[in-house]
């Protein structure tokens, strides 16, 4: 009997031993339960990142971006990523392509983030908005603060923006026009290496438009712009084309007129096939559109491909997209009459481009005189039928 009461009591220990030990098991399962989720779900260490680290890395992201969904989608993640997306160091140092929007895209949202980009000192979108406030928006005095803005730090693109308006005394009338502030606007943006700024100045050395004739001096500068331009075909690793083999582009050609059917892969590039360096043989594509110039054009093609009021038009370089702020302040092909242009570099362009094997002399010309249609503040007339892009013959 008694050894079964020591055996019976010590089960009756264990069993009041189990009890505690499941109670203290249960008690402590919840913590187990939220230790185990936690770590399966690891710790956010993305909070405990300095903002300096962040706004860095997002200001790589900016600069390098190829399109605006690859810094929008960034933004649109979280709330801190919003925040530091939008620091002004970020998006001063965001790329033409960050903010490369499309006309049908416009709205205010977007002419805010513009602003924004401009405020923070980005001379790209300083450029690309003052553009469209100047030929889309007519808003004359603020587009042409902030080209001017872009072109204190340098810009080669304002620059010649500027000269050109300088030049067509865009924005007023004919007296205002600048001839020698325009040619001087051209000397900087060429000295920075922009080729249609080196085209326009070579033009205007030839002329003596604005400054002392120097035939030429203007040659070496037309030269210089068309080498400039193969070179920068050949070294752009992101080209469009690179898949076409180079030997195509410098292949020979001994037509006196550019084929008027380019290669089918170079169609979808804004110019097509744009044999630049036919004179010498050379066969190199359009150079790319700035994302200021593509706007405009997109813009004014969406209303049908009018300039913004009666009797304006449009640059008929299609890689431009200036249209006449008013009638007559572009000139027009003394051969044919049927195309304009904002500057002797966009003539010189769509010269080689398409027009030297379009322009036919017409009567189009007398039957405009006779209507006055051509009176006006006198037109500047382009000569199409010049080798080489064209001379500029005042009226």
């Known amino acids: 009997m008694c050894s079964e009461t020591k055996v019976f009591s010590k089960r009756n220990d264990f069993n009041a031993g189990?009890?505690?030990?499941?109670?203290?098991?249960?008690?402590?399962?919840?913590?187990i339960a939220s230790s185990s989720s936690s770590s399966a779900a690891g710790p956010d260490l993305f909070d405990s990142l300095p903002d300096d680290l962040v706004i860095s890395i997002l200001t790589k992201l900016s600069s390098s971006a190829t399109c605006p969904s690859d810094f929008i989608n960034v933004l649109i993640t979280c709330k801190r990523l919003n925040g530091l997306g939008l620091h002004s160091m970020v998006l001063s140092k965001a790329s033409q392509k960050t903010f490369a929007i499309k006309a049908k895209n416009w709205s205010e949202s977007a002419h805010r983030f513009l602003k924004q980009c401009a405020d923070s000192g980005n001379v790209e979108a300083c450029y690309t908005l003052g553009m469209i406030r100047f030929y889309c928006l007519q808003n004359r005095g603020?587009?042409?603060?902030?080209?001017?803005?872009?072109?204190?730090?340098?810009?080669?693109?304002a620059l010649y923006s500027l000269a050109v308006i300088q030049f067509n005394g865009s924005g007023g009338s004919k007296n205002d026009k600048d001839l020698r502030a325009g040619v001087a606007l051209c000397a900087r943006a060429a000295f920075l290496g922009?080729?249609?700024?080196?085209?326009?100045?070579?033009?205007?050395?030839?002329?003596?438009?604005?400054?002392?004739?120097?035939?030429?001096?203007?040659?070496?500068?037309?030269?210089?712009?068309?080498?400039?331009?193969?070179?920068?075909?050949?070294?752009?690793?992101s080209s469009s084309v690179t898949s076409i083999p180079t030997r195509q582009w410098l292949t020979?050609?001994?037509?006196?007129h550019p084929h008027p059917h380019p290669h089918p892969q170079l169609r979808h590039l804004t110019g097509s096939g744009c044999p630049l360096l036919s004179d010498f043989g050379c066969n190199v594509p359009a150079p790319e559109a700035h994302t200021a110039s593509r706007f405009l054009a997109e813009w004014f093609a969406a209303r049908g491909g009018a300039a913004p009021g009666p009797g304006l038009r449009l640059c008929s370089h299609v890689g431009c997209g200036r249209p006449?702020?008013?009638?007559?302040?572009?000139?027009?092909?003394?051969?044919?009459?049927?195309?304009?242009?904002?500057?002797?570099?966009?003539?010189?362009?769509?010269?080689?481009?398409?027009?030297?094997?379009?322009?036919?002399?017409?009567?189009?010309?007398?039957?405009?005189?006779?209507?006055?249609?051509?009176?006006?503040?006198?037109?500047?007339?382009?000569?199409?039928?010049?080798?080489?892009?064209?001379?500029?013959?005042?009226?």
């Open 142 to 157: 603020s587009g042409a603060s902030l080209m001017a803005k872009a072109a204190i730090s340098s810009h080669a693109p």
């Open 18 to 31: 189990e009890r505690t030990v499941n109670r203290k098991r249960i008690k402590i399962l919840p913590d």
């Open 194 to 237: 922009h080729i249609d700024a080196l085209r326009e100045l070579g033009h205007c050395l030839q002329d003596g438009y604005g400054v002392r004739q120097n035939i030429a001096e203007g040659r070496r500068f037309l030269v210089q712009a068309n080498a400039r331009e193969l070179a920068s075909v050949l070294s752009s690793a």
């Open 252 to 256: 020979w050609n001994p037509l006196p």
């Open 324 to 395: 006449e702020t008013r009638r007559h302040e572009f000139r027009r092909c003394s051969v044919c009459g049927a195309v304009n242009y904002c500057s002797r570099a966009c003539q010189a362009l769509d010269w080689k481009l398409r027009h030297k094997a379009e322009c036919v002399h017409v009567d189009r010309w007398l039957h405009d005189d006779v209507n006055g249609d051509v009176g006006g503040e006198g037109d500047d007339n382009v000569n199409g039928a010049v080798d080489g892009g064209g001379v500029i013959a005042d009226s």
